[in-house]
């Protein structure tokens, strides 16, 4: 029974990462790994990541998913404009199978992907960086930090969590600038706890007053803009 139980919430996550709004994340791995209890085993959860995986990338549309090459699967993405067009753009977040191997000292990186959208419905990659989102231990006892995109009216923000005793959330949010055609980063804002006192929340945000101009390209999770 507990079998059975446990098949049919997998399938029920699975339909609901499907159902978000046109600017809100669909986020895949990480909330996969929030099934991965006591009940489960390695296989299994093995099996469920690759099915909650395949039916993200096949609900993407099919010049889309051309952007996800060999050895990659989608940890997240979302839909929205990104170059204030009008046009339905995507950001797609990937991640390299196996990362859960990889070295913690020389961790996978994930690519984020700027996908624009053109007028017959295609996209086309804008640009791209391995350095908007932290690799999958970087959330350390919270596990998997990549918490989701937004996208708004060419606005688009990374958001992350993670930590043990000390509980920290980070939201990195890029501008587009239409002088350029380009995005910049706009603001960089993290609140942090410490868990025996919730109440008590430390918050910082930093602005282009703070770091200057940082093109997409550039800016680096890991390091201070």
């Known amino acids: 029974m507990t079998k059975q139980l446990l098949t049919l919430s997998i399938l029920i ?9 046109s600017s809100a994340t669909t986020k895949v791995k ?7 209890a006591d009940t489960l085993t390695q296989e299994q959860f093995e099996a469920a ?33 990104l170059n204030r067009d009008s046009l339905d753009d995507m950001v797609l977040v990937v991640y390299k199978k196996g990362e859960d191997s990889t070295d913690i000292d020389h961790p996978a990186k994930r690519p984020l992907l700027l996908l624009i959208g053109q007028a017959d419905s295609t996209y086309k990659l804008a640009t791209k960086s391995d350095n908007a989102v932290y690799c999958k231990n970087c959330g350390g006892m919270m596990g998997d ?80 803009n």
């Open 30 to 36: 990480a909330d996969t790994v929030a099934l991965k």
């Open 49 to 81: 990541s690759a099915k909650s995986d395949d039916y993200e990338e096949n609900s993407l549309p099919s010049n889309a998913r051309d952007f996800i090459t060999e050895g990659y699967g989608l940890l997240g993405s979302a839909r929205g404009d």
């Open 13 to 21: 996550c699975c339909f609901a990462c499907g159902q978000h709004s």
């Open 145 to 224: 930090p990549f918490m989701g995109i937004t996208i708004k009216n060419g606005y688009f923000s990374v958001e992350l969590a993670g930590g043990s005793g000390d509980r920290w959330s980070r939201i990195v949010t890029f501008k587009y600038v239409a002088d350029e055609s380009k995005w910049f980063l706009h603001k960089d804002g993290t609140e942090s706890y410490q868990v025996p006192d919730p109440e008590k929340i430390t918050r910082k945000t930093r602005t282009t007053k703070d770091f200057g101009k940082v093109a997409f390209e550039d800016f680096d999770v890991y390091k201070d």
